[in-house]
């Protein structure tokens, strides 16, 4: 991130602070890519101040890492939420030009079409974090611990065969190869002593991810005390019934390495080409998902969880088990090809985390690659905690203090019925309708336990919008 930009410039609690975070706003999108058409650039902009404005405010820290993630915290509910947060009244909008300004914005903001929300903070989200990050490192990624993950010279080849294509499947690609250009294709790997203590961290809260959170610590162990150039993870199998955390784990190591993460489907007929893309030159054509995860990330180690690989076909035109073999070996990776741009980068030290419901149909080749754990499910104790740390995290970033009934969670965190997943659902909906509504109360409502004679008979798995017979549990 830029070491000369600080939120400190932001004089909060005065009537300065409107104009200081627009002219700290100004001056970091003046490094952004020039190719935005202007209402998307006065978009990015209104969205930064009102960012930065939250965060010079905020009680956590006030740093330009904090705004980044201030639109892809995954306490928000939706993208349109994050638009919704500008709305409340805070203490960043209590200076006349302040709160006079944001009653514009929020004006603008009601405007914007639902389907635009989330593809246009994501732009943003691209566009400030290469905004932020030019200048920092200069020549940058070759610092001790810097990887060329991407050579410059294949970037420009595929950036002249883009050149040629037609403008559907070039608005899907050049983004891409703009940033696999920043820090002239070098990218850095994560700090494994950090990481591992926050892993630590982790372990204590989630008993049965234990086991896989130690194997992972052992990697970074050995990673710390070795070259950047060296840093591997051992890729690792979880398995275990949905619900239980597996895909937790892999959102817990990635924010511990501080890095990226995506989740593909392992199944399907074009499987394969979710991670390699498909030639240029088909209809439908599109780069995959790997290299656009190590070109819009700062690290050479982002994670990418393959889910379902036990539903993994040998059959279909295009499948994923030759691919993802490919991946899992360090010296295929470190050549690891996408088709759509007909380019090889190094892939080698991306953190690979498959799930799977169970080993049947799981490949015997895939195995042997792996590391494979057990993941029991969670014990009431820790799905308590669960559901008091969501709460937590849901007043701390929206900042309204909505308590919850202690025996409310208990009953939640009883219902084994419900997966991790369910359950969480369950609080945040609460809270997003509480905030919604402008209530101190939050409703949690429970959908029927499967023995309910009513519901019992017809009742599908995860249905969690018809009101329970019995009571409705509340926050108060």
């Known amino acids: ?83 919704l947060s500008f709305s409340q009244e805070r203490e960043a909008w209590k200076q006349p030009s302040a709160s006079k300004w944001r009653k514009g914005l929020t004006g603008k903001l009601e405007m914007v079409n639902d389907d635009a929300v989330a593809p246009q903070i994501k732009r943003c989200y691209m566009d400030w974090k290469i905004a932020f990050a030019l200048g920092t490192v200069g020549g940058a990624g070759r610092r001790q611990n810097g990887i060329e993950v991407f050579d410059p010279q294949a970037v420009a080849k595929a950036v002249q065969m883009v050149s040629g294509l037609t403008v559907d499947k070039k608005s899907c690609s050049e983004r891409i190869l703009q940033n696999a250009q920043v820090n002239d ?41 070795m070259d950047p150039d060296e840093f591997r993870i051992t890729p690792i199998l979880l398995l275990g019934e949905p619900g239980i955390g597996k895909t937790y784990l892999a959102t817990q190591l990635a924010e511990a390495l501080g890095v990226a993460t ?42 990418m969880v393959i889910d379902e690989v036990d539903k993994i076909g040998a059959s279909g035109q295009y499948p994923v088990l030759p691919v993802l073999l490919d991946l899992l ?19 080698s030290r991306v953190v690979v985390i498959l799930t799977a419901n169970s080993l049947e149909g799981v490949p015997p080749a895939l195995l042997s690659r792996v590391e494979v754990f057990h993941v029991p499910r969670p014990e009431r104790a ?95």
Not at 46 to 68: C, P
Not at 186 to 215: G, T
Not at 270 to 275: A, D, P, R, T, V
Not at 423 to 452: C, G, I, K, M, Y
Request: hydrophobic residues 40%.
């Open 185 to 225: 294709g070098y990218r850095v790997v994560p700090d494994a002593r950090k990481a591992h203590a926050k892993l630590q961290e982790a372990k204590a809260r989630f008993e049965n991810l234990v086991e896989p959170i130690a194997s992972l610590q052992r990697d970074l162990v050995l990673a710390a005390a």
């Open 329 to 347: 070996d360090a010296n295929t990776a470190k050549k690891f090809k996408d088709q759509f741009f007909e380019m090889e980068f190094d892939a």
């Open 1 to 83: 991130m830029k070491k000369d930009f600080d939120l400190s410039c932001i004089r909060i609690g005065t009537d300065d602070d409107l104009a200081d975070a627009m002219a700290l706003a100004s001056r970091l999108l003046a490094d952004a890519p020039d190719n935005l058409d202007f209402v998307t650039r006065q978009f990015s902009f209104d969205l930064l101040v009102a960012v930065l404005m939250s965060t010079a405010y905020g009680t956590r820290d006030k740093t330009l890492a904090e705004v980044l993630l201030y639109l892809v915290d995954p306490t928000w509910d939706s993208p349109r939420q994050i638009l």
């Open 382 to 476: 820790q799905r308590l905690r669960i559901i008091r740390e969501t709460h937590a995290e849901l007043c701390a970033k929206t900042k309204r203090q909505i308590t919850m009934d202690e025996g409310t969670c208990e009953v939640l965190a009883s219902r084994t019925d419900l997966d991790i997943r369910k359950l969480v659902r369950l609080v945040r909906e609460a809270f997003s309708n509480a905030l919604q509504f402008d209530q101190t109360l939050a409703e949690l409502v429970l959908p029927a336990a499967p023995d309910t004679p009513e519901l019992a008979g017809d009742r599908q798995d995860g249905d969690i919008d018809r009101k329970p017979a019995g009571p409705t549990w509340k926050y108060h």
């Open 262 to 303: 995506e989740k593909i489907s392992a199944g399907g007929a074009q499987g394969g080409f979710q991670l390699t893309g498909s030639h240029s030159t088909y209809i439908g054509a599109r780069p995959g998902s790997l290299i656009a995860l190590l070109a819009e990330d700062e690290s050479a180690s982002p994670v």
